[in-house]
């Protein structure tokens, strides 16, 4: 084999905030996914799968300014696992998903305050700005004609 590849993708859901790590230079977190299938007897069966992860740099400072406790993530990085000394002499073995790049999918469901999304930002002068996207607007183009209207509050970014 010429040559071999290390990703992994996973999304899922924070089981916890992430923790600060390496004095501010990394973080670190676990995320949930779930696979649900119907066994030979016609019953619902689920399995949870827990997932730690590593970031580093500007990845790692922006996860813990934005993401907490339930928040959902794409995570995409690669596998690696590292090898350590318990406290009574046995080699043990961890695996993790050290991410190279963390989407923001959705708000968290702890109601994590300033955490787990950017606040919304209140414009002076009343309500929200309102932009067209069709003929006529100042959006983009999209043909047809319809009034697709949409609010800035409403970008997810």
């Not at 089981?15 to 016609?42: H, L, M, Q, Y």
């Not at 997932?51 to 995570?75: D, F, I, M, P």
């Not at 002068?125 to 607007?137: D, Q, S």
């Amino acid at each position: 084999m010429a040559g071999s590849v290390n990703k992994a993708i996973i999304l899922g859901n924070l089981g916890s905030d992430p923790e600060e790590i390496a004095n501010g230079k990394g973080c670190r977190f676990s995320v949930a996914t779930n696979e649900r299938w119907t066994d030979k007897r016609g019953q619902t069966q689920e399995r949870t799968e827990w997932h730690r992860v590593t970031a580093w740099g500007k990845t790692a400072e922006n996860c813990v300014k934005y993401l907490a406790k339930g928040r959902s993530v794409y995570v995409e990085g690669s596998i690696q696992t590292n090898e350590w000394e318990d406290d009574d002499g046995k080699i043990r073995y961890s695996t993790e998903i050290k991410a190279f790049s963390v989407t923001f999918l959705s708000g968290g469901t702890d109601g994590g305050g300033d955490r787990g999304g950017r606040k919304k930002k209140r414009r002076s002068g009343g309500g929200r700005k309102k932009r067209r996207n069709g003929n006529g607007g100042g959006g983009w183009p999209t043909g047809g004609g319809n009034d697709q209207s949409f609010y800035d509050d409403d970008i997810p970014f």
